[in-house]
Every structure is written in structure tokens, then in C-alpha cells.
């Protein structure tokens, strides 16, 4: 069955592929993924990675047993040791710049962190870099984490609007009934819908070291699909599982995007959101909107109106004869008091304005929808 055709992917590697079968960090499994991942770039294809295990190669660096030391500051502490040694191995493996992004549950559930933390991926990505993302286990404590990373997989994806979020692990995918209880369990090579009986379908079939089993994967697809992502388990301890992703075929579970959920953003934007303020665009700007889909930039922006942050919601308002006309809703990457500083000059006069190097654009085009 062939994959939907994707420009961008989130690709989440569990522990169980990094630090096999409890011991030290190992690049048996590794390598093949660093390959498709180096392919997929070559092809012209986006790339994030989620990658678990620097609790595991913590663990293992330390000398410490699986199963001891399970304690919150402990797992705290040996994340801390085990990352460096996980970025390394990817960073050896994969010929290109690797770069470390660690984020936790207020990273993405916070608006103005979430814009910051979508603005920096946009830029590692436009830079050719690849971002190895992981939970920031060593600061974030159980209630300020996500938890595992099948679900921060899956903010990763909906963050940098991927097409496709690939899950591997040690699992062929979802089946219809346990297949290590039962040898007739069959693979599910597709589901639409993610419903109440494919949730019971996740019970039981876990992995022994990661925090994830098939239960968090479905929930991860299930929040990709809402968002217009489709999502894929798969086995990436076979070297064929990885060769018929890389020809565009799907070798475990395709779990299909919510036809409905492409407009999802949009929708977001418009309804969902309440607009903290409004500024008003020259005639240009609006026309730029419209109908070029570009971005809002300072020079178009001639007044500002309410006390918005950078952030949040803003309405871009056009003024002419017919009087005021709704152009499109957004987020400002500014401040109402900075936007007033930096209007009507261009981008490169920002720094000198402001004191800091913002972004070049007012409102980016992924981050508004015309109204
Ligand atoms: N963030 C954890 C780690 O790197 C893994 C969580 C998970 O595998 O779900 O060790």
C-alpha cells in the first residue's frame, strides 16, 4: 500500500532502537535510519527527528542497572548524561548539522513559546539543519512533562506542519489482536478511523524501556490525523521495513489524516482564536495577502491598535474609500508597543529599532489565514 506523498516528515526513533534490549547505546538500528533520513534530504525532503533513549544511554554510561533507579531526580540526572551521548551518535552517523532541540509540555502549551519554538524549527529547517528533538527530561518534572515521546512526536509534527509522522520501533505495528499471545494476530495495514475500538485494540502491546507502548502511538496518530497528519508505525529494526518506506510503500500501520482536518489551522485561526488586536496594512500589504499569500512585513503595517504580545492573535485590517476591510487573521511575531516602533520600516532597520534582531516578518505566511 502506497504512503501518502509527503514533503516533510517527523520521524520518532523509541529507545528500544537507540539502546537495544535495555544495554548501552547502540548504532545497530541506527544506522539504517541515519541512511534513510540522509536519503529522504537527498531527495529533497524535510526532515525532524524525535529521538528517545538518553535516559537509556544515561543508564547505561553511568553503569546503572534497567529497572534501578526509576526515581524522578534520577531519570532527571541521567537524561542529562545520556543526551550528549544520543546527539552524538546521531551526529556521527548522519552527514549533515544536527541540531538539539529539547522542549516540555510548557513549550508547546504556552502560545508565545510555541510560536518561538515553531520559528526555530522553521529556521533549522530552511538552514539544511536536521533537529534531533527530545523531551528536556532533565528540568521538567512529571506534571510539566508530556510524558513520552510518541505524543511530543506528534506536537512536533503538528509544530513544523508536517505531512507525515513516522514512528518506529520495535513493533510491526498495530494488530488485531496481541500477536505474542496469539499467532494469528494479523497486521492492520490501514485504519481511517481512530475510534473507540482501535484504542482497545493498544492494550497491552508495550515496549519494556521507552515510556511509550501502542497505546501513546495511538494517541499520537490520533492528534496527528485531527491535524491533517497522517502517521505510520513501523518496525525500524528491519532493514526492508526502511527500504519500502524509503520506495513510498507503507510496511505497518498507515493511520490516515481526518479528510476534515486539513483545514484545521485555519479553522483555529478564525474561530478558535480571539484576536488581541488589530493592525492596520496599507493597500500593498493587503494585496501582497491576498493575493500572493506572502507574509505581513513591517513596511506594510501603518498603525496598530490594542495592547497585543507577540503571540497572539491579531487582525490585519486594509482602510480605504468602502472604509475598513477584514484581510486576514494571524500570529504577530511582535509586541503592539514594538510593532509601533518597527512599522513602516523595512526589515533590516529592525535590529537598530528595536536593540534586537527580531524576525524579519510581521505575521508569517503559515501563521495567518485570509478572512
Ligand atoms: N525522553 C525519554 C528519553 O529520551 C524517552 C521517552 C519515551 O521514550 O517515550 O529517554
Known sequence: MPLPPWKRAVIKVGSNLIAPDGGALSTRYLLGIARFIADARADGRELVLVSSGAVAAGRAALGIAPGQRGDVVARQA?????????????????????????????????????????????????????????????????????????????????????????????????????????????????????????HALAGGVGSSQGTGGMRTKIEAAEKAARRGIATVIANGRKAEVLASLARGQNPGTLFCAMATAVSAKAHWLKHALPAQGTVIVDAGAARALRERGASLLPPGVIDVRGHFRAGDAVDMVAIDSGGERHVARGISQYDASELLRIRGHTSQQIAALLGYVGSAVVVHRDDLVLL
Do not use: Y
Not at 551518535?89 to 513549550?107: E, R
Not at 533537529?131 to 521538567?140: Q, R, T
Not at 490501514?190 to 475500538?197: E, H, L, Q, W, Y
Open 78 to 198: 541521567l537524561a542529562a548524561v545520556g543526551q550528549v551521548r544520543m546527539m552524538e551518535a546521531w551526529s556521527k552517523l548522519l552527514d549533515c548539522p544536527c541540531a538539539q532541540v529539547l522542549l516540555t509540555h510548557a513549550d508547546i502549551g504556552h502560545r508565545r513559546r510555541f510560536v518561538n519554538a515553531k520559528n526555530t524549527l522553521r529556521e533549522l529547517l530552511a538552514l539544511g539543519a536536521l533537529p534531533v528533538v527530545n523531551e528536556n527530561d532533565s528540568v521538567a518534572i512529571d506534571e510539566l512533562k508530556l510524558g513520552d515521546n510518541d505524543n511530543l512526536a506528534a506536537h512536533v509534527a503538528v509544530l513544523v506542519e508536517a505531512d507525515l509522522l513516522l514512528i518506529l520501533s520495535d513493533v510491526d505495528g498495530l494488530f488485531d489482536a496481541d500477536p505474542r499471545h496469539l499467532a494469528t494476530a494479523q497486521l492492520i495495514e490501514r485504519v481511517v478511523n481512530i475510534d473507540a475500538s482501535i
